[in-house]
């Protein structure tokens, strides 16, 4: 018998409080989405430069059991993220939205070990240890913080480089010659 079927469905609370402590070890399936604004994801407000009203993400979460060959089932956990954050973008030095759509697939596991050894060429999930109060919170914030791109910037041709991070155009007329640091120990030497 499929223990999907057999298996009550529990549905999330969208509160960011009751997402700090799911139980997972539980012989159920869960279901929710939600809304979480910046101020929810104080990580993720570390890294924002402004907030704007509708930044934020929405979150939709499923579970259900797989059959494992030779071993009980595992619940598989699938996290969809969608919204949008305001970051510093790094050629102009101005604030710029980031928007982001994710979906990722994890597989719970009983222990530590068992989550260390599953194979990393399994990149289709990722291991998470089941526990009776897991921080679903935290992990929705961990996967907003490893979406940021690296080097956040507009996209192509909406602004232009800040003189003082990438300095002016070879071709630029404006542009006043640097004195070179040396002229002074140069002088020093004459005298």
């Known amino acids: 018998m499929d223990r999907n079927h057999v298996l009550p469905?529990?549905?999330?609370?969208?509160?960011?409080?009751?997402?700090?402590?799911?139980?997972f070890c539980a012989p159920q399936s869960y279901k929710g989405s939600g809304f979480l604004s910046i101020p929810d994801l104080p990580r993720v407000?570390?890294?924002?430069?402004t907030v704007l009203p509708g930044d934020g993400?929405?979150?939709d979460v499923k579970t259900h059991f797989e059959h494992s060959p030779g071993s009980e089932p595992h619940q598989i956990m699938e996290l969809g993220l969608k919204g949008r954050l305001h970051l510093t973008c790094q050629?102009?030095?101005?604030g710029c939205a980031v928007e982001l759509d994710e979906k990722r697939r994890f597989i719970f596991l009983a222990t530590e070990s068992q989550a260390d050894d599953y194979p990393p060429e399994d990149e289709g999930q990722e291991p998470l240890v089941a526990s009776q109060q897991f921080n679903l919170l935290e992990t929705i914030e961990d996967e907003i913080l490893l979406s940021i791109p690296l080097i956040p910037k507009h996209p192509e041709g909406f602004c232009e480089p800040h003189a003082s991070v990438f300095g002016a155009e070879d071709g630029d007329e404006t542009q006043t010659e640097r004195e070179n640091p040396f002229n002074i120990l140069?002088?020093?030497k004459k005298n």
Do not use: G, H, I
Not at 45 to 49: F, K, L, N
Not at 91 to 94: E, S
């Open 45 to 49: 407000a570390e890294e924002v430069t």
């Open 186 to 188: 140069k002088n020093m």
């Open 91 to 94: 050629r102009c030095l101005q």
């Open 57 to 59: 993400f929405d979150w």
């Open 9 to 23: 469905q529990v549905q999330l609370s969208a509160e960011p409080n009751a997402l700090r402590r799911v139980d």
